[in-house]
Structure formats: C-alpha cells, structure tokens
C-alpha cells in the first residue's frame, strides 16, 4: 500500500483527492500547519504531519516509507486583492514551499518514486483570445504567469535529487476547477441563485475548465503511470466561456438572467489587477494528457454543472 504525502490537502482539490485515494486504497498523509491527529475535524485515516515554510521545518516522520508526494499548497490567488504583501505571500507561498520539500528530500535520501505538483494554465496569460495554447505555447510576462514560471522551476530541482534515479517530476497546469466546494462554481452560483446572475465583461472570454473529479483523476493517473513526466494541461476537452458557463449554471438552478453583463470598468474598480483573471482568458488544450491515455468523465459542460450543483 503505497504512501502518498499531500501538502494543501484541506483544500478543495486536496480533500476531494484524499478521498479518491483512499478509495483506492492507498495510504495519504498531509502536512498541516498544525497537528490535526487529535482534532475532531481531522479526515479519518489520514495522518497529519507539521511543516511551517517561515521556519524552514517539516516533521521528518512525514518521509518515512514515503512513495509520492501531490503539491498542491499555495496562497489562492483569487482570495484577496493583489496587493504588493499579497503578490509576495503568492509566490512564496509556492516557491518556497517547494524548495523546503526539495531540501528534506536530499537530505532525508528519500526514494521517492514521483513528485507530482500543482501548476496552473496562468503560465499563458489571460489576453491569448481564441488561440489554442499546448504546453510549448510561450510564457507570459504577466504577474500570474512569472509566480508560475517560478513554481515549475522550483518543482523541477526535485528532478535532480539523488545521485543515480532521478526523482519522476509531473506538473499538471490547472485551469478552472469546477466544484461545489469551492472555487469559481461557488461565487457564480450565488448572484444566479438570487436572480442577480449576468456574465461579466463581455462574456465572450475563454473559460478553460475541469470537473474536480476528473483533475483528482488525472492527479491519480500521474502517480500510476510512470510515463508521465514534464508539464500537462490540466484542464477538459474543450473550454467554455463565461457567458456561457453563466447560462449552464442557471438552467441548472432553473433560474432566470435578464440582467445585462457587468461591465469591465466596474470589475476594474474592485478587483484592480486581479481583474485580469476574470475579464480575460485563454483557450487551453488537453491533447497532451489525452494522448498519455487519460480520459475524462466529464467531457460536457451542462453535465458537470448539473452534476455540482
């Protein structure tokens, strides 16, 4: 029964692919800030391990009998406005954090078997407009797109630990996660909920998605199957858009949009630069993970809404 480490395994992605992999019988641990073994919240058959990335410190029981470890922790990007402290604890929270993980591997002689993180489609930037972006695209110069940049680079150091087996690197780039725990489903199902739904902006911009179960599976497809190395779009078969996604969300709720689109300015106002998330967007492909064999289980756009919500 192999170990799985998982760091961000509180989160939405974390909880739903812990249990995932405890359905399929594998042993998961998470590293917490905190201990949580004793806690009446804590996930029945998951040990928890402390880290704390300030102090540059990880329990060192968590890497023994160790198989892999799933990255996924990182400061949510859409949870505060950008400002210069907030661009900061992004980026560090993903950089260092992985350089911590790099350190007590070496050092701990860990034979892991693969380290599989987190990444996101924001290495491409959000003004890409209907072109398809792959893997090879270029890189943006824009701020997600640099905190990415770093991300993969960090994560790829790991590849070079241990003096004969190099250590099995997989970064699955993710695009929007649809769930009804959290994330972009969430905060559009409640103005629809309350007759207040509209697109926002033009409505027209890409929306590249994944149902939350199929981007756990594929978290799960990268650890099985060792081929799998570099970076993947984690994201469906074909992308949305926004408009179109408001649309899917209210015939799910069978609920009525007549409001006309909330207009850029207005986003601009509150949001700022975080605004650039929402108003643009970018037509990403799968074609990279589909050919490594991966297939999804939700391929339609009302179908996994229905499904959520």
């Keep these: 029964m192999s170990k799985i480490l998982i760091t961000g395994g509180s989160g939405t992605v974390g909880t739903r692919l812990t249990t995932l992999l405890l359905q399929k019988g594998y042993q998961v641990a998470h590293l917490s800030r905190s201990n949580k073994n004793d806690n009446k919240n804590a996930t029945p058959n998951v040990k928890n391990y402390v880290w ?19 990255h996924l922790a990182g ?42 993180s987190a990444s996101a489609i924001g290495i491409y930037g959000f003004d890409t407009g209907n072109q398809l972006l792959t893997e090879e695209s270029p890189i943006s110069s824009q701020f997600l797109a640099d905190v990415v940049k770093k991300w993969e680079e960090e994560v790829q150091k ?76 984690a994201v469906g078969v074909a992308a949305t858009t926004n408009e179109i996604l408001t649309k899917s969300i209210a015939k799910a709720l069978d609920k009525p949009l007549f409001l006309p689109n909330v207009p850029a300015f207005a986003l601009n106002l509150l949001l700022g630069e975080m605004a650039g998330m929402i108003l643009g967007g970018n037509n990403v492909s799968s074609e990279k993970i589909q050919k490594a064999g991966f297939q999804f289980d939700y391929t339609d756009l009302d179908v996994a809404v229905k499904n959520l919500i």
Excluded at 52 to 70: C, H, R, S, V
Aim: positive net charge; glycine residues 8%; charged residues 25%.
């Design 158 to 233: 790991i590849a070079l630990i241990g003096s004969q087996n190099s250590i099995r690197v997989a970064k699955l780039r993710i695009g929007i996660v649809l769930s009804n725990k959290g994330g972009a489903l969430v905060e559009m199902a409640k103005p629809v909920r309350l007759f207040a739904g509209a697109a926002l902006g033009t409505g027209k911009q890409h929306l590249s998605w994944i149902h939350v179960d199929d981007l756990c599976k594929m978290f799960i497809f990268a650890i099985e199957n060792n081929n799998i190395s570099g970076e993947y779009n």
């Design 52 to 70: 704390d990335i300030k102090k540059g410190y990880i329990q060192p029981e968590a890497f023994e009998n160790l198989d892999y470890i799933i």
């Design 75 to 116: 400061a949510g990007v859409a949870d505060e406005r950008w400002t210069d402290a907030r661009k900061k604890e992004i980026l560090e929270s993903r950089t260092l954090s992985t350089q911590l993980l790099c350190k007590y591997l070496a050092e701990t002689k860990t034979p892991l078997k693969a380290f599989v």
